[in-house]
């Protein structure tokens, strides 16, 4: 059985959807699987051993779906669900299941601030798309597997960081899922842990500005090395701190201590780290903490997020406790010491 999956972005919705791919694989030896993504995400899943294919969408679609239809699928299963996957869906004519995006309960929960949705990660419902091929969670959680050749050396990092470092993801998609440059400050002085930040070139120049507190103690690194060199700083961090981020889903592949930063959107739609069992409300993982200013008459206002501030004010970043902050990564970083 042939059976094509389907992501095309972002970093992490495609890390989220890596349990889906261990099901089938584990639980169905007889299926060959295929994944579909953009070409410029093919680091995240390069290394995946339970992918058989890899299909990179380029500029042309066109030129996509002809190179699908020679693979003579069984089954599709879109996590992606958009025009360019009903486009391709319809062009190869087989039997094909989506996941369930639950727009309408999205628009009640950001404009009327009414919370329909259910108490799950998205993980769920993209498992759910499976069902046709009989697999279960087997609730291991997510994936993110690293080549060899991508580790750094000690001489890539300050020694001053050799023997372990918080991990600050300071980047993120949109203006309104970032907390600010000065909360970060105001946090990292208030822990005596060496610090990495982590982000994009585009975040440099932010980075720059927030190392400046103390270039001992911060080391700036956005944009200064690859995304799984990035991930390989977060595979040996002590602690992560991060906005609602790619990096975020990867910290939770490795099992990290995360403490989850949320500004205009809400892990209630399910994108919070993700252990392979937990919640939100139910079971919650014991190493993840989600920061969020819940009580704000506004929150969420997106469910992606926005360049500036609707309302001008950014409250919903601009009150996190970095106290609170603080205290839950000395306690994260207290608990990783050896006994």
């Known amino acids: 059985m042939k059976v094509l999956v389907i992501r095309f972005s972002s970093i992490g919705d495609i890390v989220l959807t890596t349990p889906v791919l261990r099901c089938i694989k584990q639980q169905r030896p007889d299926v060959q699987l295929h994944f579909a993504t953009k070409a410029s995400f093919r680091p995240v899943m390069a290394n995946n051993p339970y992918v058989d294919k890899f299909h990179y969408l380029e500029e042309d679609l066109d030129a996509l779906i002809d190179e699908l239809k020679q693979e003579k699928f069984d089954l599709v299963i879109d996590l992606h669900r958009n025009i360019r996957t009903l486009r391709i869906k ?7 299941r989506s996941y369930n995006k639950l727009n309408i309960r999205k628009w009640i929960l950001v404009n009327l601030k009414w919370n329909l949705m259910p108490d799950k990660s998205i993980v769920e419902r993209y498992l759910e798309a499976a069902n046709p091929l009989g697999i279960k969670n087997d609730g291991q959680g997510l994936d993110y597997f690293l080549h060899p050749h991508t580790a750094l050396k000690n001489s890539d990092l300050p020694m001053s960081h050799w ?7 300071i980047g993120g998609s949109y203006f309104t899922k970032k907390l600010p440059a000065d909360k970060w400050k105001e946090f990292i002085s208030k822990i005596p842990y060496p610090v990495i930040l982590m982000g994009g070139p585009e975040d440099s120049a932010e980075g720059k500005e927030i190392a400046a507190l103390d270039p001992v103690k911060i080391y700036n690194a956005c944009g200064k090395f690859s995304l799984n060199e990035s991930a390989w700083m977060v595979k040996y961090a002590r602690v ?5 981020t790619g990096l975020m889903h990867v910290a939770a592949a490795y099992k990290k201590p995360v ?3 949320w500004g205009n959107t809400s892990p209630e739609m399910g994108m919070f780290p993700y252990y392979g069992y937990n919640n939100i409300k139910g079971t919650i993982a014991p190493n993840s903490i989600i920061l969020e200013n819940k009580d704000l008459y506004c929150h969420p206002c997106s469910k992606i997020g926005y360049a500036k501030c609707p309302k001008g004010h950014f409250r919903c970043m601009r009150e996190l406790d970095m106290n609170e902050l603080a205290k839950n990564v000395i306690k994260f970083w207290s608990d990783a010491q050896p006994k």
Request: proline fraction near 0%; hydrophobic fraction near 40%.
């Open 240 to 244: 992560i701190v991060s906005n609602d």
């Open 90 to 96: 319809r062009k190869l004519k087989v039997k094909h």
């Open 259 to 261: 403490i989850s930063l």
């Open 163 to 169: 023997a372990g470092y918080v991990g600050c993801v």
